[in-house]
């Protein structure tokens, strides 16, 4: 091994004329690289292990694989999905215009349903039936 003579790497730059001295230290940019390279390895690797501590999820395994969608056992309610909910809003709505629009007793308390249109007639040829004397108290 040999000595590096400081005055021979800067023989060159000619200080004398006003030029700088050559001030590119190879060691300390190769320690710093090492540094570099060494704390960012080890934050990588201390990320990954709080993400496994908090998720309990190895890493590389998928959300899916450790949340598979279990299904409830039969007597349990389902929820409603966007569609079905779509589904059944339509088919209330189809069911209260039929309501609505067409003739029906009920059996068992005795009310007669006439359709909207016909009760309105109804009521603007004969008026609203008041009872002739007020209610007891």
């Known amino acids: 091994m ?42 990588v690797v201390i990320s990954i292990g709080i993400q496994w501590f908090f998720t309990k999820t190895p890493p590389g395994a998928s959300y899916r694989e450790e949340h598979q969608l279990v299904l409830p056992k039969e007597p349990n309610p389902m929820l409603q999905t966007a569609d079905q909910a779509k589904l059944d809003i339509i088919n209330m709505r189809r069911s209260a215009k039929t309501q609505l629009e067409t ?33 007891a108290k």
């Open 103 to 135: 003739y029906g007793q009920n059996v068992d308390t005795g009310v007669t349903r006439v359709p909207i249109k016909r009760a309105m007639e109804i009521v603007s040829e004969k008026g609203l039936n008041t009872p002739a004397q007020p209610l």
């Open 2 to 43: 040999h000595d590096v003579d400081p005055e021979a790497i800067n023989a060159e730059t000619r200080p004398e004329l006003g030029y700088e001295y050559r001030d590119v230290n190879t060691d300390a940019i190769w320690k710093t690289f090492k540094w570099f390279v060494g704390f960012g390895t080890f934050f």
